[in-house]
């Protein structure tokens, strides 16, 4: 039987890697129906190594950016060494923008939506060479032109079962201890116009039953025993009486370990002490949210059904039941005066003044995403283009002020200036607040950690004196900072 190889892009050898679940989750029914799946982990072994021979195809898995640059990196390799293997690209970028995709010459077949029915459907098809035109979720080429078939249905999650970690080299991930990552639901209801979540996975909220989460958590921590799992939902929160269950049943099985999720910031001031006590006591030490912005006409411009008094009364409820908040803002939006801007820089402080050891992790440079109702107001309003090609979205860059192009060049480097203070802050709050231990699983090493250490102590009075002072023009240094770190991280 041929092999099917799926392969998770990015920069080889970078320390912080996490769980790839999107070829997890595809290879699971795979796996589970006899075909002999191979997961390729670009960021923790060379995908040059892989032998690709014996491949019925190859199929990538891709976000926008720099994991489209390395996706093309291995469909050029595969490509050079055997034409006729089939590469399939499947995941947030291709679904969100499938034409794109499928034009370029590394691409045959692209998977819409969630992978896991509709590949299964189509390896059943090549694996015989039969058409795979009547399965639903695909796009691909035929005599130079593209065909979409329609969109495929959602699939049960309750219906995925353990994930096949064990496909993964799971010794290979320097921080799984403390960086266990999971999928509860998918989707999410509200309508905030910068999100990509709907384009990608649709406004309907779909979950895992309280009883399936705590059988797969459970099989995940007896198995590798993490101190503490993401739960990666666009939004965790959603259903209270499924979140209370959760709670109730992890207290009841006493796992002691800590919980990461995505919660809204408005959802918060409606929930009582009991519920608050139970959230904390089940081991959410830190909830993530986005407050956006300090401009309560921006908030409502992006719809983000959310109000400053509210992310205000959400940090002190936070920090009342010592609950750390991990909040993201964001500046650049169209339309965004710069009074408005100054807002959101003083919603930053206040936040601090309020709570000194809540995280913000960035004041985010906005970044229109395909497929987002933002993105189409750019395109029709402020003549707005997203890159053409696969190798130009490869090169796109994630809150780059390249991506403003409705506010003035100058204005542009204010903005990169402030993403990349607080993005710095961030980090070197980070640092303070775990112990060597932790660092050093993330850094890989005692060495790196104690470089880590110090070059992040280096910049800290540039970075503290430029933001207590709002000093913005020519941020040199913090570009520097920035790419060492990102080198690091191995993001964009
Ligand atoms: C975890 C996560 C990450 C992780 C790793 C992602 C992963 N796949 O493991 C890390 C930290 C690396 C990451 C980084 C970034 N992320 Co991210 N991330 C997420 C998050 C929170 C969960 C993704 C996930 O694991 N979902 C669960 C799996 C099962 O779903 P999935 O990945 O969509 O995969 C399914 C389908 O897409 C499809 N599929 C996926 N791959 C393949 C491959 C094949 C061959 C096939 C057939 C099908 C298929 O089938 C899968 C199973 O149903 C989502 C938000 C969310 N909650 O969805 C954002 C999200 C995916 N990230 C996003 C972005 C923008 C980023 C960043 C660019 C920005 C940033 N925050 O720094 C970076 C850089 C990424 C890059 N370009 O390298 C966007 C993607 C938008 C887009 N157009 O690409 C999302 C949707 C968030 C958002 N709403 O904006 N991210
Ligand atoms: S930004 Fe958050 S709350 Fe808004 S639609 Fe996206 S996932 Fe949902």
């Keep these: 039987m041929k092999k099917i190889i799926l392969v998770f892009p990015g920069p080889y050898d970078v320390s912080d890697v996490n769980i790839p679940l999107s070829i997890l989750h595809v290879a699971k029914p795979l796996l589970d129906n006899g075909y002999n799946v191979q997961l390729v982990d670009s960021r923790i072994e060379d995908f040059r190594q892989v032998e690709y021979k014996n491949a019925l195809y190859v199929g990538i898995s891709s976000m926008s950016g720099i994991q489209v640059y ?19 690209w499947g995941g ?10 499928i034009s370029s010459f590394y691409a045959d077949i692209v998977v819409r939506g969630e992978g896991e029915k509709t590949l299964l459907k189509l390896t059943k098809r090549l694996e015989k060479d039969e058409p795979f035109n009547d399965i639903s979720g695909l796009t691909f080429k035929k005599e130079g032109k593209i065909f979409s078939t329609p969109d495929s249905k959602s699939i049960d999650l309750n219906g995925v079962g353990n994930l096949p970690y064990h496909l993964l080299k799971m010794d290979r991930y320097p921080n799984i201890i403390d960086k266990f990552e999971y999928i509860s639901s998918k989707g999410c209801p509200h309508p905030c116009t910068f999100c990509s979540d709907a384009a990608n996975c649709g406004r309907e909220w779909r979950a895992k ?24 939902d666009a939004n965790f929160f959603v259903s209270r009486k499924r979140v209370e269950e959760i709670c109730r049943a992890v207290i009841k099985k006493d796992w002691n370990i800590d919980f990461y999720a995505f919660i809204r910031s408005d959802y918060v ?7 608050m006590v139970l959230i904390r006591k089940s081991g959410f030490k830190e909830l993530a949210f986005g407050a956006e912005s300090g401009s309560n006409r921006l908030l409502e411009y992006i719809k983000k059904q959310q109000k400053t008094d509210k992310i205000i009364t959400t940090v002190k409820m936070f920090k009342k039941f010592d609950i750390k908040p991990v909040i993201s803002l964001m500046i650049g939006l169209p339309t965004e005066t710069n009074k408005e801007l100054n807002q959101t820089l003083d919603l ?3 936040i601090m003044e309020i709570f000194p050891e809540a995280m913000v992790n960035g004041i985010f440079i906005f970044t229109p995403f395909p497929g987002s109702e933002l993105a189409r107001i750019l395109i029709d309003e402020y003549n707005y283009r997203f890159p ?12 780059s002020p390249k991506n403003i192009t409705w506010v003035e060049k100058e204005a542009r480097e204010r903005y990169e200036a402030i993403y990349l203070i607080i993005r710095f802050l961030f980090v070197y709050k980070l640092l303070q607040s775990w112990s060597f ?23 800290y009075p540039f970075a503290k004196t430029r933001w207590v002072n709002r000093l913005f023009k020519y941020p040199f240094e913090m570009r520097l900072w920035y790419l060492a770190y990102s080198r690091f991280k191995g993001v964009n």
């Design 437 to 459: 231990w932790q660092l050093k699983v993330r850094c890989g090493s005692t060495a790196i950690a104690l470089i880590a250490l110090l070059f992040n102590k280096f910049f």
């Design 348 to 350: 930053y402080d206040q």
């Design 92 to 101: 947030p970028h291709p679904t969100t923008i499938p034409d794109d995709v």
């Design 388 to 399: 053409g090609t696969l190798e130009e979205w490869g090169q796109w860059k994630w809150s």
């Design 70 to 88: 390395h996706g093309l990196e291995t469909a050029k390799f595969i490509r050079d060494q055997n034409p006729k293997i089939k590469l399939i």
């Design 269 to 275: 001031p409606r929930y009582s002490d009991e519920m």
């Design 209 to 232: 039953s309280s009883e399936t989460v705590i059988s797969e958590l459970g099989h995940i921590i007896s198995t590798y025993e993490p101190k503490r799992i993401t739960i990666q």
